[in-house]
């Protein structure tokens, strides 16, 4: 089961104080197949109605972003609730786990 997890956070994190923890947890989970921190939600651009809206920004106005993702190759989903609930920034975000429609 293929399992997309969006890495939700706030504009108090800071990764610098974050990197060590997630590079354990990253050699430390093999059921990552992917994943990629993306740029702040300052450098998003949403697109809408076929093109003819484009905004500067995310989809909605929240405290919350993305700031990545990581897709899991699990057995089940409560495998992947467990690998999502050790990831550091469950500590300060939100682990979003959506699976992939197969």
Not at 37 to 62: C, K, M, N, S
């Amino acid at each position: 089961m293929r399992i997309l997890a969006f890495v939700c956070a706030d504009d108090s994190l800071t990764m610098t104080a974050e990197e060590n923890t997630i590079e354990q947890w990253l050699a430390s989970t093999p059921q990552r197949v992917e994943g990629h921190q993306l740029r702040g939600r300052e450098d998003a651009t949403t697109v809408r109605d076929h093109g003819a809206l484009i905004t500067d920004g995310p989809f909605a106005d929240t405290k919350e972003w993305i700031a990545g993702y990581d897709i899991l190759d699990c057995a089940s989903l409560e495998e992947a609730v467990a690998i999502a609930a050790g990831h550091p920034l469950a500590r300060f975000g939100a682990i979003e786990l959506r699976p992939f429609d197969e």
